[in-house]
């Protein structure tokens, strides 16, 4: 006899445990470690899910207690115990269930329906086939001599084609199966993404610096060396040929690539560089596929079909056996860290996933996130950098314009005097314009001018967000009404919409350019599958003179035709309660000036804000990375934020008011004695319980503990401690509790 041990598919705290069932010797060849289970659970003996963990030979209990597997779901191979060793570092590292972290990591769970291709064979030689066929003709079979005669033409046909075509009865095809003459068999067909049609291209002749940081790479890989690399290259730099110079190093030695993007609105342009060099290998997973197509990119990758599998975050658990390389671009993004439990990094998990592998990691990025960049300069990556752009061209000329300045002027238009002329000069050039503002919809809030009475959802504590001209709109539970004619506090007509939002943007340049032509590009206008594909592809082909946007735009995206960028309310990301909003304004007006003058004309960015004296806008204008992160470094180190110290955010979250209260106030005395040991190098510091930003959301209640500490295990036994003094005290009864390292946004 032998044992499994499983962890049951529920997600409780309470049940976060293995529970151990016998294998019946009918299923014996089909259990492996990783692959879903039917067993029964509790004691009505219900049916549930569950994932097996290990098998041994000996149980712990006596047999007669111990329940036998019902049946099995899906069978795993060796890359899934990889895969489940890594759910067990993300719930060590990261906190949540176990069974969390492998729904993660195993998100393909069971098949959908395939689409599959039925086709006959004809199973006799000639001399038989042409006997048959006068027998048939003989005796009057007038259908199964059509098919037998279309087969000695073509000895496979589709099962479709002879029903809809040739017009047989699927009673013929069956008599004609059960005699032996011919025999059915199915073709399975991907339901693969579309990755557009990209004629094959050449690798590019490298650069200097191109060719250092591959000859790097590549002198560590051949000598077995896996390491996580940072390549640092300014926007324009080429960094994604030699992102593909890599990948085909690496796929020449048999093994395979992962390369995370962002956001789906870099998919399109990615893939298609990708497609062009390395065809039918490429394929790619994002959110926006169907549940039979994702299912079928991830059997492609287990079967070794493809090679380079392109997409966010989910896409670095794709079932690969052999990886050698992960590649994450744009690696500073704030989207590379999950906003569900486990709330993991994808820089983090990526680099313990290689460790796994035996795979090297590239984090790639003109604006590196402050902690890699720190890392670096500590030696636990090695740093590559670029600080040219490709084939000549110039970063563009950046111009910080003072909006205060423009308001004394007289100049009340969202767009300065400067931007305003640009714009001008380059729709008489036929040139291209790219607008970001950060914000989607109409306005940012509406509000009662005499009274001061401002909208809100009545779920969440929030505004809302006026889209068009007369629809309202909560951006957090999606909660909508129509726009009030009067104050509903005072009664008053004076209730207007405050603010600038990208359908405000449009509204404004359709009046002072009535004969440009504009493309919108938000959360809005890219609603459904191809959403975003269709807008950039419009824009590439020229069939638009201006795009605005919110930040989506301005990231990673090549159009050559493209010689002016304008940012408006630049300073609108600095106003953040965010410690790191200083480094994503940075970003933001780094990548922006990065989309100008990509091809051979000079490109410009204007820079439009209240606070052009604010050190990273100065520092983005001046496209100096290493100026920022001084300024920035000495601010974090004053005030003990990551990197120089690590953060633990204790999220409490419950529908009952007086509970979440409560129960705040339980964690904080409970963890206040662990911030005030002997050791002070391992010194403690909790700040709260307090409020969420935004405190309620969907009717549900929030409120934060913050826990710093100079030392990550520190904080990972903090958790630990929590996660038990939940179970124990029963508070997770009424209130859910999650936890976040190093959080990306201050809740």
Same mark, same amino acid.
């Given at each position: 006899?032998?044992?499994?041990?499983?962890?049951?598919?529920?997600?409780?705290?309470?049940?976060?445990? %293995? =529970?151990?069932?016998?294998?019946?010797?009918?299923?014996?060849?089909?259990?492996?470690?990783?692959?879903?289970?039917?067993?029964?659970?509790?004691?009505?003996?219900?049916?549930?899910?569950?994932?097996?963990?290990?098998?041994?030979?000996?149980?712990?209990?006596?047999?007669?207690?111990?329940?036998? #597997?019902?049946?099995?779901?899906?069978?795993?191979?060796?890359?899934?115990?990889?895969? %489940?060793?890594?759910?067990?570092?993300?719930?060590?590292?990261?906190?949540?269930?176990?069974?969390?972290?492998?729904?993660?990591?195993?998100?393909?769970?069971?098949?959908?329906?395939?689409?599959?291709?039925?086709?006959?064979?004809?199973?006799?030689?000639?001399?038989?086939?042409?006997? @048959?066929?006068?027998?048939?003709?003989?005796?009057?079979?007038?259908?199964?001599?059509? !098919?037998?005669?279309?087969?000695?033409?073509?000895?496979?046909?589709?099962?479709?084609?002879?029903?809809?075509?040739?017009?047989?009865?699927?009673?013929? #095809?069956?008599?004609? !199966?059960?005699?032996?003459?011919?025999?059915?068999? $199915?073709?399975?067909?991907?339901?693969?993404?579309?990755?557009?049609?990209?004629? $094959?291209?050449?690798?590019?002749?490298?650069?200097?610096?191109?060719?250092?940081?591959?000859?790097?790479?590549?002198?560590?890989?051949?000598?077995?060396?896996?390491?996580?690399?940072?390549?640092?290259?300014?926007?324009?730099?080429?960094?994604?040929?030699?992102?593909?110079?890599?990948?085909?190093?690496?796929?020449?030695?048999?093994?395979?690539?992962?390369?995370?993007?962002?956001?789906?609105?870099?998919?399109?342009?990615?893939?298609?560089? =990708?497609?062009?060099?390395?065809?039918?290998?490429?394929?790619? #997973?994002?959110?926006?596929?169907?549940?039979?197509?994702?299912?079928?990119?991830?059997?492609?990758?287990?079967?070794?079909?493809?090679?380079?599998? %392109?997409? &966010?975050?989910?896409?670095?658990?794709?079932?690969?056996?052999?990886?050698?390389?992960?590649?994450?671009?744009?690696?500073?993004?704030?989207?590379?860290?999950?906003?569900?439990?486990?709330?993991?990094?994808?820089?983090?998990?990526?680099?313990?996933?290689?460790?796994?592998?035996?795979?090297?990691?590239?984090?790639?990025?003109?604006?590196?996130?402050?902690?890699?960049?720190?890392? $670096?300069?500590?030696?636990?990556?090695?740093?590559?950098?670029?600080?040219?752009?490709?084939?000549?061209?110039?970063? &563009?000329?950046?111009?910080?314009?003072?909006?205060?300045?423009?308001?004394?002027? +007289?100049?009340?238009?969202?767009?300065?005097?400067?931007?305003?002329?640009?714009?001008?000069?380059?729709?008489?050039?036929?040139?291209?314009?790219?607008?970001?503002?950060?914000?989607?919809?109409?306005?940012?809030?509406?509000?009662?001018?005499?009274?001061?009475?401002?909208?809100?959802?009545?779920?969440?504590?929030?505004?809302?967000?006026?889209?068009?001209?007369?629809?309202?709109?909560?951006?957090?539970?999606?909660?909508?009404?129509?726009?009030?004619?009067?104050?509903?506090?005072?009664?008053?007509?004076?209730?207007?919409?405050?603010?600038?939002?990208?359908?405000?943007?449009?509204?404004?340049? +359709?009046?002072?350019?009535?004969?440009?032509?504009?493309?919108?590009?938000?959360?809005?206008?890219? *609603?459904?599958?191809?959403?975003?594909?269709?807008?950039?592809?419009?824009?590439?082909?020229?069939?638009?003179? %201006?795009?605005?946007?919110?930040?989506?735009?301005?990231?990673?995206?090549?159009?050559?035709?493209?010689?002016?960028?304008?940012? @408006?309310?630049?300073?609108?990301?600095?106003?953040?309660?965010?410690?790191?909003?200083?480094?994503?304004?940075?970003?933001?007006?780094?990548?922006?000036?990065?989309?100008?003058?990509?091809?051979?004309?000079?490109?410009?960015?204007?820079?439009?804000?209240?606070?052009?004296?604010?050190?990273?806008?100065?520092?983005? $204008?001046?496209?100096?990375?290493?100026?920022?992160?001084?300024?920035?470094?000495?601010?974090?180190?004053?005030?003990?934020? &990551?990197?120089?110290?690590?953060?633990?955010? #204790?999220?409490?979250?419950?529908?009952?008011?007086? *509970?979440?209260?409560?129960?705040?106030?339980?964690?904080?005395? =409970?963890?206040?004695?662990?911030?005030?040991?002997?050791?002070?190098?391992?010194?403690?510091?909790?700040?709260?319980?307090?409020?969420?930003?935004?405190? +309620?959301?969907?009717?549900?209640?929030?409120?934060?503990?913050?826990?710093?500490?100079?030392?990550?295990?520190?904080?990972? +036994?903090?958790?630990?401690?929590?996660?038990?003094?939940?179970?124990?005290?029963?508070?997770?009864?009424?209130?859910?509790?999650?936890?976040?390292?190093?959080?990306?946004?201050?809740?």
């Amino acid at each position: 006899m032998k044992y499994a041990e499983i962890i049951v598919d529920i997600s409780t705290q309470a049940l976060d445990h %293995i =529970f151990t069932y016998a294998i019946p010797k009918e299923l014996l060849s089909e259990v492996h470690v990783g692959c879903r289970v039917v067993i029964p659970f509790g004691r009505g003996n219900k049916e549930h899910h569950g994932y097996v963990m290990r098998i041994k030979n000996q149980a712990q209990y006596h047999e007669d207690k111990i329940k036998p #597997i019902l049946r099995v779901l899906m069978e795993a191979d060796l890359v899934e115990e990889q895969l %489940i060793k890594l759910a067990y570092w993300m719930k060590e590292q990261y906190g949540s269930t176990l069974i969390q972290a492998l729904m993660t990591v195993l998100p393909v769970k069971a098949k959908s329906s395939g689409k599959e291709v039925r086709y006959l064979h004809l199973e006799i030689d000639d001399r038989k086939g042409q006997a @048959l066929c006068l027998e048939y003709e003989k005796k009057h079979y007038v259908g199964k001599l059509r !098919l037998l005669e279309a087969m000695r033409k073509d000895k496979v046909i589709s099962k479709a084609l002879v029903k809809h075509s040739l017009h047989i009865a699927d009673s013929t #095809i069956k008599a004609m !199966l059960r005699d032996g003459i011919i025999t059915e068999r $199915a073709v399975r067909t991907y339901r693969n993404p579309p990755t557009g049609e990209a004629a $094959a291209l050449p690798a590019h002749r490298l650069n200097e610096e191109q060719q250092a940081v591959c000859q790097s790479f590549w002198k560590d890989y051949d000598a077995g060396i896996r390491n996580t690399y940072l390549l640092y290259g300014v926007t324009g730099s080429g960094k994604t040929e030699v992102y593909l110079q890599m990948i085909e190093q690496v796929l020449l030695s048999g093994r395979e690539a992962i390369v995370l993007i962002p956001e789906i609105a870099l998919t399109y342009q990615t893939v298609q560089r =990708f497609s062009s060099r390395f065809g039918e290998q490429v394929t790619v #997973i994002h959110s926006r596929l169907s549940k039979g197509e994702r299912y079928d990119q991830f059997e492609r990758a287990r079967k070794g079909e493809v090679k380079v599998v %392109i997409g &966010p975050r989910s896409a670095l658990f794709v079932p690969f056996a052999h990886l050698g390389l992960i590649i994450i671009d744009e690696e500073h993004e704030t989207s590379y860290k999950s906003e569900s439990p486990p709330k993991y990094h994808a820089r983090e998990t990526a680099i313990e996933r290689a460790r796994l592998a035996g795979a090297s990691v590239v984090l790639g990025s003109a604006t590196p996130s402050v902690e890699s960049f720190y890392r $670096a300069g500590k030696g636990q990556y090695q740093l590559l950098t670029m600080k040219n752009r490709a084939a000549g061209a110039i970063l &563009p000329e950046v111009s910080i314009i003072d909006m205060r300045k423009e308001l004394e002027a +007289k100049n009340f238009s969202m767009f300065s005097r400067k931007l305003h002329s640009l714009l001008h000069d380059r729709l008489a050039k036929g040139e291209q314009s790219i607008l970001f503002i950060n914000r989607r919809g109409y306005a940012s809030f509406v509000s009662c001018r005499k009274c001061g009475y401002v909208v809100k959802c009545s779920h969440c504590d929030v505004s809302l967000k006026l889209h068009g001209k007369s629809r309202l709109v909560c951006h957090y539970c999606g909660y909508e009404q129509v726009m009030p004619v009067t104050c509903p506090e005072c009664g008053s007509s004076y209730i207007r919409s405050f603010g600038t939002g990208t359908q405000k943007v449009e509204e404004q340049l +359709k009046k002072e350019f009535p004969a440009a032509r504009i493309l919108r590009m938000d959360a809005d206008t890219t *609603k459904g599958k191809e959403g975003h594909e269709k807008l950039l592809t419009a824009f590439a082909n020229q069939e638009a003179d %201006i795009l605005i946007g919110t930040q989506m735009i301005v990231k990673g995206h090549d159009f050559p035709n493209v010689t002016l960028v304008g940012a @408006l309310a630049a300073d609108m990301s600095l106003f953040e309660q965010d410690f790191r909003s200083s480094e994503r304004t940075f970003d933001l007006l780094t990548q922006a000036a990065g989309r100008a003058g990509r091809g051979e004309k000079a490109g410009q960015m204007v820079i439009q804000t209240y606070q052009p004296e604010q050190y990273s806008i100065v520092t983005a $204008a001046a496209q100096d990375y290493e100026a920022f992160y001084k300024e920035e470094m000495a601010y974090r180190s004053l005030l003990s934020y &990551p990197p120089k110290s690590h953060m633990l955010a #204790i999220f409490m979250a419950s529908e009952k008011q007086d *509970k979440v209260e409560t129960h705040a106030r339980l964690l904080a005395a =409970f963890i206040r004695p662990f911030c005030t040991p002997k050791d002070k190098e391992h010194c403690l510091k909790l700040i709260g319980p307090s409020e969420a930003a935004v405190y +309620k959301v969907q009717d549900i209640y929030r409120k934060l503990l913050y826990v710093k500490g100079v030392y990550y295990e520190d904080l990972v +036994k903090v958790k630990n401690r929590v996660e038990q003094y939940c179970m124990e005290q029963e508070i997770v009864k009424d209130t859910r509790v999650y936890f976040d390292f190093d959080p990306m946004t201050m809740y």
